[in-house]
């Protein structure tokens, strides 16, 4: 019989909230198939130096581990490695410990590292038995090794991928600090600069910039055209602003590639001579605090799928394979050749070196230059120069549908925006359609009225919904009085924000367009519901808000349980008869199960689970300080909710264990918008409104015939596409349960169940 594959993990470079869940994914993944899991504590420290760094992993050993910052197996910058003689040491260890496959979760250093000693290999293992190390016979086996890599930088630095493991906690970090000081700022109308991390990357200045509506970003990849002092001189406070937000890259440049200092920018906003300033500004460097703390979501899910990913990979390659890293494109997960990304990256700092700005941004991935776009669409409103001619410009009517959700305000705030640099009119309809019906013109702030942009441009990080939001559909409002309001207030195009309400708003618009000619304008929807329930899209706005509250909240819990030891917590999640959000918290929070409507409960699930959770408990005997988690949709069951599942394992448990249920409720809509809901709000709404605007003025004709006339924009893959209502409608939508008939999802909560070893479990019919 073959001998077991030995796969190890190591983590490298800086550390990343979110290794820790990549970690234990390698270690559980590799077991479940089949493969003896190893760590390599401190990075290639520990390769070159071998002996107890070099350790064994159980399933039991990486418990509890997705909820911790930092990274457990430590790491550390390794000189050795860097010269042949360090990497001879690695092989040696290497074989010594039967270890055949290799996953690096590092930065671009450390996955160049990685390649090269992948390269060298054969020839490292040549010499190991001209050196007498081994037999020819020993090594024949190691002949080959198979490693890949994974992103793990808080910096999002390197080519090729959407995102690596770590930079959405860093961002969530500096969008919580610019937050707060955002408050004190503006209580003194002071100026501030803060200096956010990512070395020769700009993105999370400029994601922090977005989400946050910073007056000024300043990034490595490119700079300011003009003289960035001119510029800041000129666009400070034109607006009658009361702060000043300035963030700034670490490895900021002007256009001569000089580096830029927050003490010169703070100098230039606190001048106090005649043509200055004279701003009372401070400076905010960030530091470390960006990479500490718990991983948020979106990097725990991240790692957890990446994880799972390279095993595979790993497992997959064969000598001729090339070495590949995992990589994200928007919501896809995907293998692509390592050395490129490495090249690329290396190319672009040179590039930036060199000043040549145009290429380095080329080289970053397409949803950076995206977001470096809409940043500048948000915050440069009143420039002239990208206005449309008079007889194109649109009046575009806004509003939120639905239930309010993390990122809407941040979307009409960039729709707005959009709208106003391009010279359409914003208007906004307050309170739904519910809110339309009932408007009354003799009252002065009735439900349909312009923007103020100085008061929009406050919303970029605000919860809930500022234009208010409605469930009721125009047909309950009456389509024939919704037509005549079209009509009257002349809309050419209406964007709507909202969940499942807004796209059965638009559905029942459009059917009613052969009836009322006004309703022949175009209009679009971006998806904004905690549920994720809209056909045409895998993500909506607030969905990653919500994750993170319900994560945090899962945490908690997860940490009374554990200090009572033996205790299942049985937690209600929200989100309709749709299990996306239990199913992605439950990869976060290392769930014992998840139950979904789409899948429903039956008794004899229920039984499995008990029965799981008995050996579980039998087998643990109090050494395991982690508590269990079961996370159930509010609509998984008309009978079995979260009260009766927790009674029903008490009851079997007959003392050994306890168990309790918990209801977060409405507290998991959140509070402030999560920085990656707010940036892709921005995106997004940016994307709608010039989708609206591709049909221009008068399109009734146009709109009668057109599919594109009615859309939802979505995230699909590595896409981001407008999908036709109307063919949604027909084919795409589960209408009894107010879902997408396909629930894309649905593979991940088989990794959960890996993840937790539940067992296999009979499917209800
Ligand atoms: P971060 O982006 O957080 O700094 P990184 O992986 O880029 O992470 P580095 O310090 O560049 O961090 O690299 C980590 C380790 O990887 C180094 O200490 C070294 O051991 C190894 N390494 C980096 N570059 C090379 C190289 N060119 N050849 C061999 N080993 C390398």
Redesign the pocket.
């Known amino acids: 019989m073959a001998p077991r594959k030995k796969v190890a993990v190591m983590t490298?470079?800086?550390?990343?909230p979110g290794m820790n869940a990549a970690v234990r994914a390698v270690v559980r993944t590799a077991i479940n198939m089949g493969c003896d899991a190893y760590c390599i504590y401190e990075?290639?420290?520990g390769l070159v130096r071998g002996g107890d760094l070099i350790r064994q992993m159980h399933w039991e050993d990486v418990r509890g581990w997705l909820s911790e910052g930092g990274t457990l197996i430590g790491?550390?910058?390794?000189?050795?490695?860097?010269?042949r003689p360090?990497?001879l040491l690695g092989a040696k260890n290497m074989v010594a410990n039967g270890i055949d496959a290799l996953i690096i979760c590092?930065?671009?250093?450390?996955?160049?590292?990685?390649d090269?000693?992948r390269q060298e290999w054969p020839s490292l293992v040549d010499e190991l038995v001209a050196n007498g190390d081994f037999t020819e016979d020993q090594v024949t086996p190691y002949r080959h090794l198979n490693i890949v890599g994974l992103v793990?930088?808080?910096?999002n630095?390197?080519s090729g991928t959407d995102a690596t493991i770590g930079c959405y906690s860093a961002l969530a970090r500096i969008c919580e600090m610019v937050d707060y000081i955002e408050a004190t700022a503006s209580s003194h109308s002071r100026a501030f600069v803060v200096e956010v991390m990512g070395?020769a990357s700009g993105w999370l200045a400029v994601n922090a910039g977005t989400a946050t509506g910073a007056d000024f970003v300043l990034i490595p990849e490119r700079p300011e055209e003009h003289d960035w002092k001119e510029k800041m001189s000129l666009v400070h406070r034109e607006m009658g602003k009361r702060k000043t937000i300035v963030i700034v890259a670490e490895g900021a440049r002007d256009k001569e590639g000089q580096k830029i200092t927050p003490t010169e920018i703070k100098d230039l906003l606190s001048d106090t001579s005649e043509n200055g300033l004279a701003l009372d500004t401070r400076i905010t460097t960030l530091g470390h605090v960006q990479r500490g703390g718990s991983p948020v979501h979106m990097d725990r899910m991240l790692a957890t799928l990446q994880g799972v990913e390279a095993v595979k990979a790993v497992l997959e390659a064969t000598p001729g394979t090339e070495t590949c890293f995992i990589a994200l494109e928007e919501n896809k997960i995907v293998r692509k050749p390592l050395i490129r990304a490495v090249q690329e990256t290396q190319e672009l700092a040179k590039a930036v070196e060199s000043k040549d700005f145009t290429r380095a941004l080329q080289l970053r991935d397409r949803e950076f230059a995206d977001s470096l776009k809409s940043y500048h669409i948000t915050t440069n409103v009143t420039v002239d120069d990208d206005k449309l001619p008079t007889d194109k410009r649109m009046r575009i009517g806004m509003i939120n549908v639905g239930a309010p959700a993390g990122g809407m305000n941040a979307a009409v705030r960039a729709a707005v925006a959009y709208c106003i640099s391009r010279g359409h009119e914003p208007v906004a309809i307050h309170n739904g359609f519910a809110g339309f019906a009932r408007h009354h013109d003799d009252k002065p702030l009735g439900a349909v009225r312009p923007f103020n942009w100085l008061e929009v441009d406050s919303w970029a990080s605000k919860g809930g919904s500022e234009i208010g939001t409605n469930r009721e559909l125009p047909e309950e409002s009456g389509m024939e009085l919704i037509a005549n309001l079209i009509e009257k207030y002349q809309f050419d195009a209406l964007f709507l924000i909202g969940g499942f309400e807004a796209f059965h708003s638009v559905a029942q618009l459009r059917r009613a367009r052969d009836q009322f000619p006004s309703l022949c304008i175009p209009m679009t929807l971006l998806p904004a519901t905690i549920s994720v329930n809209v056909p045409g899209s895998e993500y909506s706005l607030g969905s990653d808000t919500c994750l993170n509250e319900l994560v945090g909240y899962c945490d908690k819990i997860k940490q009374s349980a554990s200090a009572t030891r033996r205790r299942v917590f049985v937690i209600e999640c929200q989100g309709g008869r749709c299990g996306y959000t239990t199913v992605l918290a439950g990869l976060s929070v290392g769930a014992s199960a998840v139950y979904i409507p789409e899948e429903g409960i039956s008794l004899s699930m229920l039984h499995a689970d008990v029965n799981h959770l008995k050996e579980v408990f039998n087998a643990d005997k109090g050494q395991s300080r982690a508590g269990r988690l079961i996370l159930v949709n509010e609509k998984a069951s008309k009978v079995y909710d979260a009260k009766l599942i927790a009674s029903i394992i008490r009851e079997e448990a007959h003392d050994r264990f306890e168990s309790r249920e918990s209801v977060p409720g409405h507290v998991v809509q959140g509070n402030n918008p999560s920085g990656m809901d707010r940036c892709r709000a921005v995106r997004l709404a940016i994307k709608c409104i010039q989708h609206l605007e591709s049909f221009g003025r008068n399109a009734h004709n146009r709109v009668k015939t057109d599919p594109s006339s009615a859309t939802v924009i979505g995230i699909q893959g590595s896409e981001i596409v407008f999908s036709s209502v109307k063919q949604l409608e027909e084919t795409g939508t589960d209408w009894p349960n107010r879902r997408p008939k396909v629930a894309h999802w649905l593979e991940v909560r088989d990794v959960v169940d890996a993840l937790s070893a539940r067992p296999a479990y009979p499917k209800p019919e």
């Open positions: 490298s470079g800086g550390d990343s990075g290639y420290e790491t550390a910058r390794c000189k050795a490695f860097y010269q360090g990497r590092g930065g671009d250093g450390s996955l160049t590292g990685a090269k000693f793990g930088s808080i910096d630095d390197l070395r």
